[in-house]
């Protein structure tokens, strides 16, 4: 059964700080890692990453994957508070357009 | 560009009830994928449709059914309503064969 860990489930941060969110995960036959930020219902796409080493960059957040250690991280500099949301880790497997494993996301909180 | 939109927003149901939610995909994509989100869970994949047929299912028993129509819209039926159905329900959209989905902003389930 594929699976998905994201660490950890909460965080407390003051605004302007560097937050590292984790994502591992064990799947059979691998095709990508996305990760989606969530405020109030609709999961917002951030990034889609398939190929290990390469970061994926939009302003202050950034993402990379290891493919052979199986985990991803997502990084966020400078924090404000309206980055305030939790943020889910998702893989797609198989062999063609199928459905996505999250995992339980993480509940980050930016303090002023 | 319209995004992914679901109705209804809110849904209030007594067990043993049935209930339809219907979503239509960003335009040009194709595919449309359902996923059953609890409180405090990540989203879990109900099923996939594509060409008005289902083409990949999650662990979900067979109360929960589907339908996509023509114009690449779909309807999600559950029917003999249990309280643990009681979650936002999420649609997705792709264009098949590609993995990044897009999120409507979902109807949140009640059920009494």
């Known amino acids: 059964e594929d699976k998905v860990v994201q660490s950890p489930l909460s965080l407390v941060v003051h605004e302007g700080d560097t937050v590292t969110l984790n994502c591992s995960y064990e799947?059979?036959?691998?095709?990508?890692l996305l990760w989606y930020k969530q405020e109030k219902k609709a999961p917002t796409f951030l990034f889609m990453l398939?190929?290990?080493?390469i970061e994926k960059k939009s302003g202050r957040l950034s993402s990379i994957l290891d493919k052979k250690e199986l985990f991803s991280i997502l990084n966020i500099t400078a924090t404000q508070t309206g980055d305030s949301a939790i943020y889910l880790c998702?893989?797609?497997?198989?062999?063609?357009?199928?459905?996505?494993?999250f995992g339980k996301g993480t509940h980050l909180i930016i303090q002023p | 560009d319209a995004g992914v939109t679901q109705s209804p927003t809110h849904l209030i149901k007594t067990r043993g009830q049935q209930v339809t939610l219907r979503c239509s995909p960003k335009?040009?994509?194709?595919?449309v994928s359902w996923y059953q989100q609890a409180l405090g869970q990540g989203p879990q994949f109900i099923f996939q449709?594509?060409?008005?047929?289902?083409?990949q299912r999650g662990n979900f028993p067979d109360r929960f059914s589907g339908h996509q129509f023509p114009n690449y819209s779909s309807e999600l039926n559950v029917n003999a309503l249990l309280l643990g159905d009681s979650a936002l329900y999420l649609c997705?959209?792709?264009?098949?064969?590609?993995?990044?989905?897009?999120f409507g902003p979902g109807t949140r389930l009640t059920v009494l």
């Open positions: 997705a959209s792709s264009t098949y064969g590609l993995d990044t989905q897009y």
């Open positions: 799947v059979t036959n691998f095709r990508s």
């Open positions: 398939t190929s290990s080493g």
């Open positions: 998702a893989v797609e497997a198989g062999g063609g357009a199928d459905g996505l494993t």
């Open positions: 335009s040009g994509h194709d595919t």
């Open positions: 449709y594509y060409e008005e047929e289902e083409r």
